[in-house]
Protein backbone atom coordinates (compact mmCIF):
# COMPACT_ATOMS: atom_id res chain seq x y z
CA UNK A 1 0.00 0.00 0.00
CA UNK A 2 3.02 2.35 1.05
CA UNK A 3 4.43 1.79 -2.89
CA UNK A 4 1.11 2.49 -4.54
CA UNK A 5 0.62 5.86 -2.25
CA UNK A 6 4.30 7.04 -3.27
CA UNK A 7 3.46 6.19 -6.87
CA UNK A 8 0.62 8.47 -6.86
CA UNK A 9 2.76 11.17 -5.54
CA UNK A 10 4.87 11.12 -8.18
CA UNK A 11 2.98 10.73 -11.00
CA UNK A 12 0.85 13.45 -9.53
CA UNK A 13 3.82 15.45 -9.33
CA UNK A 14 5.13 14.60 -12.75
CA UNK A 15 2.04 15.89 -14.25
CA UNK A 16 1.77 19.18 -12.29
CA UNK A 17 5.04 19.81 -13.56
CA UNK A 18 5.45 19.67 -16.58
CA UNK A 19 3.82 23.46 -17.44
CA UNK A 20 3.32 24.85 -21.16
CA UNK A 21 6.48 26.34 -22.82
CA UNK A 22 6.94 28.68 -25.62
CA UNK A 23 8.54 27.39 -28.68
CA UNK A 24 8.81 29.94 -31.90
CA UNK A 25 8.64 30.35 -35.23
CA UNK A 26 11.29 30.77 -36.49
CA UNK A 27 13.52 29.38 -33.77
CA UNK A 28 16.99 31.31 -34.36
CA UNK A 29 18.08 34.85 -33.47
CA UNK A 30 17.44 37.07 -36.63
CA UNK A 31 14.67 37.50 -38.92
CA UNK A 32 15.21 38.28 -42.49
CA UNK A 33 17.45 41.56 -43.88
CA UNK A 34 14.96 44.54 -44.39
CA UNK A 35 15.86 47.83 -46.79
CA UNK A 36 15.16 51.62 -46.30
CA UNK A 37 12.18 52.20 -47.85
CA UNK A 38 10.73 49.21 -48.84
CA UNK A 39 7.87 47.65 -46.99
CA UNK A 40 8.32 44.81 -44.48
CA UNK A 41 6.52 41.82 -43.07
CA UNK A 42 7.37 38.88 -40.73
CA UNK A 43 4.85 36.27 -38.95
CA UNK A 44 6.41 35.12 -35.60
CA UNK A 45 4.60 32.25 -34.22
CA UNK A 46 4.26 31.32 -30.48
CA UNK A 47 3.76 27.40 -29.78
CA UNK A 48 2.92 25.36 -26.48
CA UNK A 49 0.09 26.81 -25.45
CA UNK A 50 -3.01 29.19 -25.88
CA UNK A 51 -1.21 33.28 -25.69
CA UNK A 52 -3.30 35.97 -23.61
CA UNK A 53 -4.36 38.74 -25.27
CA UNK A 54 -6.54 41.54 -25.56
CA UNK A 55 -6.19 45.57 -27.11
CA UNK A 56 -4.88 46.23 -22.98
CA UNK A 57 -1.63 43.81 -23.73
CA UNK A 58 1.15 44.75 -25.56
CA UNK A 59 2.94 42.14 -27.59
CA UNK A 60 6.50 43.47 -27.43
CA UNK A 61 8.92 46.21 -28.25
CA UNK A 62 11.04 47.90 -30.51
CA UNK A 63 14.75 49.15 -30.54
CA UNK A 64 15.35 52.00 -31.11
CA UNK A 65 11.94 53.39 -31.57
CA UNK A 66 11.11 55.49 -34.70
CA UNK A 67 12.45 53.19 -37.21
CA UNK A 68 9.52 52.73 -38.90
CA UNK A 69 8.64 48.93 -37.80
CA UNK A 70 5.69 48.13 -35.79
CA UNK A 71 4.52 44.81 -34.29
CA UNK A 72 0.74 43.68 -34.12
CA UNK A 73 -1.17 40.63 -33.66
CA UNK A 74 -1.64 38.90 -36.79
CA UNK A 75 -5.63 38.96 -37.72
CA UNK A 76 -7.09 35.60 -37.80
CA UNK A 77 -8.20 33.50 -40.79
CA UNK A 78 -11.64 34.36 -41.94
CA UNK A 79 -12.79 30.79 -41.44
CA UNK A 80 -11.98 31.03 -37.62
CA UNK A 81 -14.23 34.31 -36.80
CA UNK A 82 -18.16 33.23 -36.12
CA UNK A 83 -20.80 34.88 -34.87
CA UNK A 84 -18.95 34.23 -30.96
CA UNK A 85 -15.80 35.92 -32.48
CA UNK A 86 -15.30 38.69 -30.01
CA UNK A 87 -12.19 39.52 -30.58
CA UNK A 88 -10.46 39.21 -34.18
CA UNK A 89 -6.45 38.69 -33.58
CA UNK A 90 -4.33 35.41 -33.02
CA UNK A 91 -2.38 35.82 -29.92
CA UNK A 92 0.04 33.01 -31.06
CA UNK A 93 1.28 35.33 -34.11
CA UNK A 94 2.63 38.39 -34.36
CA UNK A 95 3.47 40.34 -37.34
CA UNK A 96 6.56 42.82 -37.55
CA UNK A 97 5.46 45.23 -40.19
CA UNK A 98 6.44 48.60 -41.52
CA UNK A 99 8.53 50.54 -43.57
CA UNK A 100 12.33 50.77 -42.01
CA UNK A 101 13.28 54.47 -42.38
CA UNK A 102 17.18 54.02 -41.36
CA UNK A 103 19.48 51.44 -41.66
CA UNK A 104 21.06 49.55 -38.65
CA UNK A 105 20.14 46.76 -36.53
CA UNK A 106 16.78 46.52 -35.04
CA UNK A 107 16.17 44.62 -31.78
CA UNK A 108 12.48 43.52 -31.87
CA UNK A 109 11.33 41.80 -28.28
CA UNK A 110 8.45 39.95 -28.09
CA UNK A 111 6.39 38.71 -24.63
CA UNK A 112 3.55 37.70 -22.77
CA UNK A 113 1.92 34.81 -20.73
CA UNK A 114 0.13 31.28 -21.92
CA UNK A 115 -2.89 30.17 -19.95
CA UNK A 116 -2.48 27.54 -17.93
CA UNK A 117 -4.77 24.35 -17.01
CA UNK A 118 -5.48 22.04 -14.38
CA UNK A 119 -2.12 20.33 -14.16
CA UNK A 120 0.08 23.77 -14.82
CA UNK A 121 -0.30 27.12 -13.52
CA UNK A 122 0.32 30.07 -16.74
CA UNK A 123 3.91 31.08 -17.37
CA UNK A 124 5.18 34.21 -18.97
CA UNK A 125 7.45 34.13 -22.06
CA UNK A 126 10.13 36.17 -24.19
CA UNK A 127 12.02 36.55 -27.00
CA UNK A 128 14.73 38.40 -29.09
CA UNK A 129 15.19 39.27 -32.37
CA UNK A 130 17.34 41.42 -34.68
CA UNK A 131 16.68 42.86 -38.17
CA UNK A 132 19.32 44.00 -40.36
CA UNK A 133 18.22 47.23 -41.99
CA UNK A 134 20.34 47.72 -45.31
CA UNK A 135 20.52 50.90 -47.58
CA UNK A 136 19.26 50.31 -51.07
Same mark, same amino acid.
Not at 15 to 23: L, N, S
Not at 98 to 103: C, D, F
Given at each position: ?? &?? #??? &??FITFG???? =?? #???YIPEGKNLKSATVGVPYLYKIDILGGAVTG =???RRIGFVFPENTGISLRNCPMEKWR &???KTRDPFDYNCVEVY =? &?????GVIKIII !? !? !?MYGNMFASAIEFSKEYKINVTQP
Open positions: MH &IF #KTL &IVITAC =GP #KAE =GSE &ITA =G &IPTKP !G !G !G
